[in-house]
């Protein structure tokens, strides 16, 4: 159950992404810990032991195209070095990564150079900015070294430019701009070669909460109109929970759940991932189907039908309006009915009800 | 905790009864076994070098290493040198004047800061340069400028691209380091002998120590600019697939160029105050009569060029600091302020080829008017002034000095030059061994051993008698100023010009004052050597209070601390690592001007030195001098690290 997306042992050559086995051990002896006893120490031990920090341990997923797949967990949990390890800039211990079918670890440099230059591209932290250079040519920079003439790259870079909303500030410099409009060049610098996969670290996590929802939003709606594959880093469950299709919660180099937001909340593999999801409102993750339950004593079925796939919060008017049992069908299937009483027991925290019930029904 | 400080406690109970034990035996023992030596004798080690230098000097025709490496390299940079004197300094054949009179000279520097700079700084550097036409120096400050400005080129053609090297290579830095550290103590002094006797005499051996001088100075600023990088442009270049040299060429470079031009700052000053000292190995231009005066004791003619030294430091300073502040933001002009700029540049350029045009057609254009040398006023109000002050201040000058001298310096050299030599070696070693550890402990007594093998013990001491004395009053000095400016703005502005004077004029300078005042003594040399060392320890300690944490500061006033309190139990204790550091800088720039004051009538290894400059037949005591020098620095370099090394960890 809590495995909802089951990783299996050979790669997947048709996913965006397919990672197996992957391992980063920084350290003086490095490649003598993956495969020998030494692996299957605690972090802690092995730092004891060895010296050595398993950075990544034994990580394996795979991405679909066009998919928003986020990785999340506290700081020095590996997510930066996992994130590094997909394009190389980190290179890996053990393991693989494959990319569209191409195993990233065995390209050459040159074709390494070539794959950051048209295939991947990424945003960071800190934006990573070059100071002395306008945003234009930032924004061109990557279409520089491809040795794109001057006129076509700046002709592209202006049309990132009002993709990201950046339009009248190419000629200002870096240091110029807002945190937030800083990172919006760096969104525009990622999009600028119309990459098949972008890797975002952490990206939001430098700027203020407003600021922050403002950019969650704008790259939701890049999402949407690009339909790019993402590989999205947060430290932050809420907004893993607002852009990812699918999270994976990690912590101390490893991957302990791996789900849908709905899945995490509603089936926290252990405490460590249900401390995560304790401070998540359960009305905005989970969808009717999970709190669905069989028609009680002196209701009547003649209420509205809502589907089961819906968010929580977004039946809730309906819910409310009704003033009675509201029908949940999924798939052509009858669920069960909902109350607004169910919402109010959900939004004020009565947990053990919605997995007791989630325990009886089921989705 | 406690147990560190009761450690501590021991440690220097420990030291002070090493000392008390040192001076007893030191009075019992005086006079025995101290190795003194008459100036004009040789022992067995300078006499070889005397006679190997000897030997070099007859093989320069011959020898294929000279013939075909040495003497090569040194006729390149002679005519690259001169070349470059020919522009702005030397007549050539047949004419009166260079090949670009004074007024030519002068608009073309202004408007080369006008570039690199801005206007401002452009009529202070071209009314610095008048001024040292005033002075009646411009010819010779012609020189100086010409040899400077062709060592920083050389040093920058070679310090640049090797420092960029080892910045991004770590195994190059590894290979570079100990040259760079080695580089960082060595005194001017030493390096003057040595080249004088392979590249003879001149220019071109001036050249070649000034830029053995300056180029590590450049390597090191330089990898240090790229090795301090912020990582996230540069990883976010390579996530984009940049190559190495797209990446260097791209992001590296443009992004360390404020730190590099700093360094050009740094190895042009440093360039600037070596080719004023290299006089004393034929070196054309300032330090010549600033030698001069200083040999018969002019004080007036001494201040005159002393004078055109500081003018021309910080003309050069000014213009390449304010190269590095256009520089600070990479935002550039836009619009207006463009234009008008642009419109500078061209009034600018025409001016400035009209002034070099009249400077080769009209007298007056061409060379600096005798009407404007003020030169010989100048010198003899500077001769009534310093008459006066002597004078006026007999007590400071006179009594003092002879004070100091028989209370402090009298007996320091009695415990440390006038007693038995293994007495001083052995004590020093155990020094070393309760400081800085048992490793520095035994570099100590190897090296002072070889010391006292070269026959040089009894100078050594001399030296190191004043480098104590002098470091000790630094440090003094440098404590209670630096605390002042580390926790009172007012302060360190007020202190700032002088701070900044002493990191930039030449340390040569400080002695025409300093003779002026104090006559040719031991005690001018110290002071000497604390003007020059007290600016820097007392930025290192005021950035050491200062850096401190204000949580600390505030905990322990709300605590009810009076101030002093606060500066002995909780300023000075937290800023102990860069207070021990204060004193290791302090120690190396004291050694560079004491070794100097061998001018002034401080005897000891500079003298010998000096003196082996002079007559062939001691010149390899005076290359033995120079190697004392270097064993005596990195002794008192390596124990001064050792200790504030310890006070980072006081766990290990
Ligand atoms: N270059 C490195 N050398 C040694 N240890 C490293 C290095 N980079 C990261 N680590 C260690 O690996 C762990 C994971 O770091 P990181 O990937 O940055 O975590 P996160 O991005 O989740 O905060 C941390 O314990 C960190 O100290
Ligand atoms: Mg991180």
């Given amino acids: ?363 | 905790m406690t147990r560190v400080r009761e450690l501590l406690r021991h440690k220097w109970i420990l030291v002070l009864l090493l000392v008390v034990v040192w001076i007893v035996l030191a009075t019992v023992l005086k006079g025995v076994h101290t190795l003194e030596l008459p100036t004009a004798k040789n022992t067995p080690v300078t006499q070889w070098l005397t006679d190997f230098a000897s030997s070099i000097r007859g093989n320069r025709t011959e020898s294929p290493a000279f013939v075909y490496f040495f003497n090569p390299i040194r006729a390149t940079i002679a005519a690259f040198i001169e070349a470059i004197r020919s522009v702005i300094s030397v007549p050539g054949a047949g004419n009166v004047i260079p090949l670009i009179g004074w007024l030519g000279t002068l608009s073309i520097i202004g408007y080369i800061v006008y570039v690199t700079s801005n206007l401002r700084t452009s009529l202070l550097s071209m009314g610095l340069l008048l001024a040292c036409g005033v002075l009646g120096m411009w010819t010779f400050t012609m020189d100086t400028l010409a040899m400077t400005m062709g060592a920083v080129f050389l040093s920058l053609a070679i310090g640049l691209p090797l420092g960029i090297w080892a910045g991004l290579n770590d195994k190059v830095m590894k290979v570079f380091r100990p040259g760079l550290d080695l580089a960082q103590i060595l005194p001017t002094l030493v390096y003057l002998a040595p080249l004088a006797l392979v590249f003879l005499i001149g220019i071109a051996a001036a050249t070649i120590a000034t830029l053995i001088y300056s180029i590590p100075i450049c390597i090191r600023i330089t990898a240090h600019a790229v090795r301090s990088l912020r990582a996230g442009p540069v990883e976010a270049a390579v996530s984009m697939g940049s190559t190495k040299m797209q990446l260097l060429r791209k992001v590296q470079l443009p992004m360390a160029k404020q730190t590099i031009i700093l360094g050009v700052n740094q190895t042009t000053l440093a360039a600037l105050s070596f080719v004023v000292i290299a006089a004393l190995i034929g070196a054309p231009g300032l330090g010549k009569p600033v030698v001069d005066a200083l040999v018969i004791r002019n004080v007036g003619d001494g201040v005159v060029a002393g004078l055109a030294v500081v003018f021309l430091a910080v003309m050069l300073d000014r213009a390449t600091t304010a190269a590095v502040i256009k520089n600070n933001t990479f935002v550039r002009d836009t619009g207006k302020a463009r234009t008008k700029r642009r419109i500078g540049l061209i009034v600018g350029g025409v001016l400035t080829i009209v002034a070099v045009v009249l400077s080769r057609q009209v007298l007056w254009a061409a060379v600096f008017p005798e009407q404007l040398n003020f030169g010989k006023q100048i010198a003899s109000v500077a001769d009534a002034v310093a008459t006066w002050f002597t004078t006026t201040f007999y007590f400071f000058t006179t009594t003092f000095n002879e004070y100091f001298t028989v209370t402090f310096l009298n007996p320091l050299e009695g415990v440390l030059a006038n007693s038995p030599w293994y007495v001083t070696v052995i004590m020093i070693a155990l020094l070393a061994a309760i400081i800085g550890g048992r490793g520095v402990a035994i570099l100590s007594l190897v090296l002072l051993t070889i010391v006292v093998l070269i026959g040089l013990w009894n100078d050594t001491m001399i030296s190191l008698a004043q480098i104590l004395l002098a470091t000790l009053l630094t440090m003094i000095i440098g404590i209670v100023l630096g605390v002042m400016a580390g926790r009172s703005e007012r302060v360190e502005k007020a202190l700032k010009p002088f701070l900044d004077a002493g990191q930039t004029l030449p340390a040569f300078v400080y002695l025409v004052p300093v003779l002026a005042l104090f006559g040719p003594t031991r005690f001018a040399a110290i002071v000497c050597g604390v003007f020059y060392a007290a600016p820097v320890v007392v930025r290192m300690v005021a950035d050491g209070v200062r850096g401190g944490p204000p949580e600390m500061v505030e905990a322990a006033t709300s605590a009810g601390s009076t101030p002093v309190q606060v500066i002995t139990k909780v300023q000075l204790p937290a800023s102990k690592k860069s207070l021990l550091l204060g004193a290791n800088q302090g120690l190396i720039f004291v050694l560079a001007v004491i070794v100097i004051g061998g001018f002034v009538g401080a005897g000891g290894l500079g003298y010998l030195v000096i003196v082996g400059q002079s007559k062939p037949e001691l010149a390899g005591k005076g290359l033995a001098a120079g190697l004392a020098i270097v064993l005596l620095g990195i002794v008192l370099d390596r124990i001064t690290q050792a200790s504030a090394r310890r006070s980072g960890n006081p766990g290990g």
């Fill in chain 1, 1 to 363: 159950m809590s495995d909802e997306t089951p990783v299996s042992a050979a790669a997947d050559p048709a996913a965006a992404i397919s990672v197996r086995a992957l391992w980063k051990v920084f350290g003086p002896s490095a490649d003598k810990v993956v495969g020998t006893p030494l692996a299957d120490l605690t972090r802690k031990e092995l730092l004891n032991e060895t010296g050595c920090v398993a950075a990544v341990r034994d990580v394996s997923f795979d991405v679909a195209p066009g998919e928003v797949f986020v990785v999340m967990g506290l700081s020095g949990s590996g997510k930066s070095t996992l994130v590094r390890c997909l394009t190389r800039l980190i290179e890996p211990t053990a393991g693989s990564v494959l990319v569209s079918g191409e195993d990233i670890l065995k390209a050459s440099p040159s074709r390494l150079r070539e794959l950051r230059r048209t295939q991947f591209s990424m945003v960071f932290q800190h934006f990573g900015l070059l100071p002395h250079r306008r945003v234009i040519d930032n924004i061109a920079y990557s279409l520089e070294i491809n040795g794109v003439k001057k006129e076509a790259r700046h002709a592209r870079a202006n049309e990132v430019i009002e993709l990201v909303g950046l339009h009248g500030y190419g000629n200002s410099y870096p240091e110029q701009l807002s945190g937030g409009m800083q990172q919006r060049v760096g969104l525009a610098r990622a999009l600028a070669v119309d990459p098949k996969v972008m890797f975002l670290d952490e990206p939001f996590s430098a700027l203020d909460p407003l600021i922050r929802r403002d950019m969650q939003a704008e790259v939701m709606r890049l999402h949407r109109d690009l339909g790019k594959t993402m590989v999205f880093i947060t430290h932050d469950l809420a907004e893993a929970m607002k852009v990812g299709d699918r999270i994976a919660i990690m912590r101390d180099g490893a991957v302990v759940q791996m789900g849908t937001p709905e899945d995490l909340v509603a089936n926290p593999a252990d405490d460590y991932v249900a401390d995560f999801t304790r401070d998540i409102p359960k009305s905005h993750v989970l969808c009717l189907h999970a709190i669905a339950r069989p028609l009680a004593d002196g209701e009547d079925l003649d209420g509205p039908e809502l589907d089961g796939g819906m968010v929580i919060r977004d039946a809730t008017p309906t819910i409310l309006e009704a003033r009675r049992a509201v029908k949940v069908v999924q798939n052509g299937q009858f669920l069960g009915v909902v109350t607004p009483d169910d919402v109010l027991r959900l939004i004020s925290g009565d947990v053990d009800a919605v997995t007791a019930q989630e325990a009886e029904t089921g989705p």
